[in-house]
Structure formats: C-alpha cells, structure tokens
C-alpha cells in the first residue's frame, strides 16, 4: 500500500480562469534518462505540453513520476548519467536542446529561473547573500557592483526582508527556511524572467509562511508578467492558485485541463485517486485517508499497455489496458481543452472502487 503524500487543509475551490496571451514554451515529446548500473532508468517519457505568457500552470504527481526531472531538462541542467535522449524545449519557437552552456547559462535567470525545492542547496554556505545576489544580477545585466547592490537590497525588501541593506551582509545559516525560500525568490525577479519554474516551493514551511511565499509567486504573473510553472504535490494550492494542472504518473503526462475542470470531473483513473486522497476540510472525514495501492512502475523496464493498469480499478483483468498504451485524447464537456491518457478516459469506475 503506498500512500500519495497528497496532503492539504486547504478547501478546493474552482481555481483560477487562465489567462492566454500566447505560447512562451512548447515541450514536444521530451525525453530524458538516467544510465545506472541496474539499467536505463526513463526518467521523462515522451512528454508534449505548451506554457503560455501569465499561465500559473501546476505539475502533479507522486514522488518519481517525473516532475522534477522534466524542469530540470527544460533548463538544461540534466547532468550525466542523465541525458535528454529525445524531443524539443522551443522558447518563443528556438529549441533549447542541445545548445551550448555558455548559450544556456544566458537564458537561465534571464529568460527562465528556477526556485529550487531546499533553498540552503541553492546557496554558497560561505559567500553572503548579497554577494550572491549581486552576481545573479550582474551575470545578466551589465551595471556595477554598487548599482546591482542597490537592486538586491530593492528586491529583499521586495520579498518582505526586514531591514534589506544589512541583511545583505548576512550568510545563508542567519535566515530562517522561509526567508531563505524568499531570498531564492528574490534571485528569480532579479532579471525579470518570463517563465519562472519552481519546484515544490513551499514543502518545507508553515502554513503562514506558505500563504506568503504563494503570494510572491503571485506578484510574478500579476504584476510582472511572467509565466509560473509549479511544481506541488499540494492539490489544495493548485485548486486556489493555479489556472491549469498537468498531472505525471511514471514520466508521462496523463492528464492535462483547467484546474476548476479537474477538481469538477477529473478524467483519468489515477487523476481521481489523487483527489480522494486529499483531506476536504469543507467535509467531514470519516476513517482514513485514502491511499493508491501499488507503486510507480519500475522505470527501468519498458512499458506494455497503460503505465497505470496494474493499480488501476479499471484496468483489472483487461487485455487492452495491459497491452495497448492509450493515447492523450480531448474528453469532458466542459467546453475547455481536457485530455487524458486513459482507454476510458471521463469514464466512471468500476462501482465496487468508489
């Protein structure tokens, strides 16, 4: 029995209504994998899906379905043994794979930044935070030290630091989890990013501190235009926060919809487990939470049929759940773009599952 991680006392509410004004990022069939001594481990498996400019767009799924690694390759930071073996990152229509670090290392913090998941990872222990500041914005920008000096205490001061100026002298160890996440955050407005990708940004945090950070985020679609891709396994954040929600299930992307869709008739199998795995404090819980029985399959293994057909209530006993791979199909009559990857995508379960 293994159990989601899904967990939230925020109320699902019907989400945001996204906001197009055009196609920033198109990932066409990505693929990525690791090379390890018990075999090639497909880490991202044929991955399509679009980004567009001021979308607050939600990546979902258990731990190693892929989500993370699919970021990581978008920005380029797939380090041996991984490889990205397949397929296309296009930014505004130029493809990212296979350029160049030194091409690479202009778009991020640019053009894409990303807010990692442990920000003490993301720092120097031994260089101050201004320093580090200072040289994320100076490696973009052509000012002096004492300008993008300026700029850094401007963007602290941004993020709710108390007192900015003197806290630039301080040393990642002097601020708490939460300030270092709004530090890091600081470090993605530096250069004015059009996508900003953050990896499970608020993990770690209290739910004041939570609220706060998401109200960060906020501020970069908001007020500064740029595009958020949020990586969560907090569904309670994507139902308030996000427009749209890709889920991952074994490094494909199965499902894909407007987030007030999902939460009104998710369409895949696994989409709905998810869900029922959410503590609603709008209803009364009786028992346990729910779990997913089962695990991801071995990602060092090919796939036969649907990647989901051994824990899905649906796909028991049946030859062409096990030896089909569906396809990602428009279903729903909500009049929005939903897709699936599901044989009986929108279709109800099985009675004796609910």
């Known amino acids: 029995m293994t159990e989601t991680g899904m967990n939230t006392s925020a109320t699902p509410s019907p989400g945001r209504e ?4 055009g196609t920033l990022l198109e990932v066409r069939g990505l693929k990525t994998e690791f090379v390890t001594a018990t075999g090639r481990v497909a880490a991202v498996r044929d991955v399509s899906f679009s980004v567009r400019r001021r979308q607050r767009l939600a990546i979902v799924g258990e731990s190693g379905s892929g989500k993370s690694a699919m970021a990581m390759s978008i920005v380029g930071l797939i380090q041996p043994p991984g490889r990205i073996s397949g ?3 296009l930014l505004d229509g130029r493809n990212l794979i296979g350029l160049p670090d ?3 290392s202009r778009i991020r913090g640019r053009r894409i930044s990303l807010v990692f998941q442990d920000p003490m990872s993301a720092f120097d222990p031994i260089r101050t935070i201004g320093a580090q500041l200072v040289e994320s914005i100076r490696a973009h920008q052509p000012v002096s030290r004492r300008v993008a000096g300026r700029q850094a205490a401007d963007l602290l001061g941004e993020v709710g630091v ?4 003197h806290r630039l002298s301080d040393y990642p160890h002097q ?3 939460g300030m270092r996440q709004r530090v890091l955050i600081a470090m993605a407005l530096a250069n004015s990013p059009e996508l900003v990708i953050a990896d499970e940004p608020t993990t770690a945090l209290d739910v004041t501190t939570q609220a706060q950070v998401l109200g960060l985020l906020d501020r970069l679609v908001t007020d500064r235009g740029a595009a958020l891709m949020l990586i969560t396994h907090n569904l309670g ?4 926060f996000c427009d749209s929600v890709n889920v991952m299930y074994a490094g494909q ?17 696994y989409s709905r487990q998810l869900l029922q795995c959410v503590l609603r404090t709008d209803r009364r819980q009786q028992g346990l939470l729910s779990t997913i029985p089962g695990a991801l399959p071995d990602p060092t293994r090919p796939l036969h049929g649907c990647a989901f057909e051994p824990r899905c209530p649906r796909g028991k006993d049946n030859s062409l759940c096990r030896s089909t791979e569906p396809d990602l199909v428009q279903v729903g009559t909500h009049g929005g773009r939903q897709l699936a990857k599901c044989h009986f995508a929108g279709a109800h379960e099985p009675e004796e599952t609910k």
């Open 162 to 165: 108390v007192d900015p100026a």
């Open 102 to 104: 030194k091409e690479m």
């Open 175 to 177: 601020y708490s989890g």
């Open 87 to 89: 397929g296309e990152v």
């Open 253 to 269: 992307l199965i499902e894909e919809s407007r987030s007030r869709d999902l939460f009104r008739s998710a369409a895949h199998p």
């Open 18 to 21: 996204p906001t197009d004004t």
């Open 237 to 240: 954040i994507v139902a308030g």
